[in-house]
C-alpha cells in the first residue's frame, strides 16, 4: 500500500513548490502578458480601422468615378469621339490604380498583422522560458545553499540510482 500512497512530506513540498510557482506567475508573468495580449489586440485594431479607412477610401473613389461617368455622359455628345476614347483610358487608368493601391495597402497590412503575431509567439516562448529557467534556478539555488542538505540530497540520489 505503501508504493500507492505518497508520502505526507513529498505531498506538502510538491504542494508548496506549486504554490509558490502559482503566486510567482500571477505576480511577475501573467501582468506583463496581459499587457502585451492588450497591445498586441490594439495594434490589430489600428491595422483593421486602417483597412476599413483604405475601404471607404475606394468606396469614395469608386463613388467619385461614378459621378464622373455620370458627368462624361453629359459631356459625351458635346465631345469628339476621340476625346471619349481618352476619358474612357483616364478612367480605366483611374480604377486600375486604385484598386492596385487598394490590394496593396490591404497585402501590407495582413503582412503586418502576420510578422506582428509571429515576434509576439516568438516573445512569449521567450519570456516563457526565461522565467522557468529563473524559476528552477532560484529553486535550486536555495536548496543547495546547504552543503550539509546537498550532501545528504546526493547521497539520496546515489542509493536511489543503485537500488534501481
Known amino acids: ?49 486602417a483597412a476599413e479607412k483604405a475601404r471607404q477610401e475606394m468606396e469614395a473613389l469608386r463613388s467619385q468615378q461614378e459621378k464622373l461617368q455620370l458627368e462624361a455622359a453629359q459631356e459625351r455628345e458635346k465631345i469628339l469621339m476621340q476625346a471619349q476614347k481618352m476619358r474612357d483610358e483616364i478612367i480605366e487608368q483611374a480604377r486600375v490604380e486604385a484598386r492596385k493601391q487598394a490590394e496593396g495597402i490591404l497585402w501590407a497590412t495582413h503582412q503586418q498583422i502576420q510578422q506582428q503575431r509571429e515576434k509576439f509567439i516568438r516573445e512569449m516562448q521567450s519570456y516563457a522560458v526565461q ?26 540520489l546515489v542509493d536511489e540510482i543503485r537500488l534501481n
Request: no cysteine; net charge positive.
Open 1 to 49: 500500500m505503501e508504493l500507492i500512497l505518497p508520502q505526507f512530506g513529498l505531498f506538502f513540498w510538491s504542494t508548496l513548490i506549486f504554490l509558490v510557482f502559482v503566486w510567482l506567475l500571477r505576480k511577475y508573468a501573467w501582468k506583463p502578458i496581459l499587457a502585451a495580449l492588450d497591445a498586441r489586440e490594439k495594434r490589430i485594431a489600428e491595422a483593421l480601422a
Open 131 to 156: 522565467l522557468a529557467l529563473e524559476i528552477a534556478r532560484r529553486i535550486l539555488q536555495e536548496h543547495f545553499e546547504d552543503p550539509e542538505k546537498a550532501r545528504a540530497y546526493a547521497e539520496k
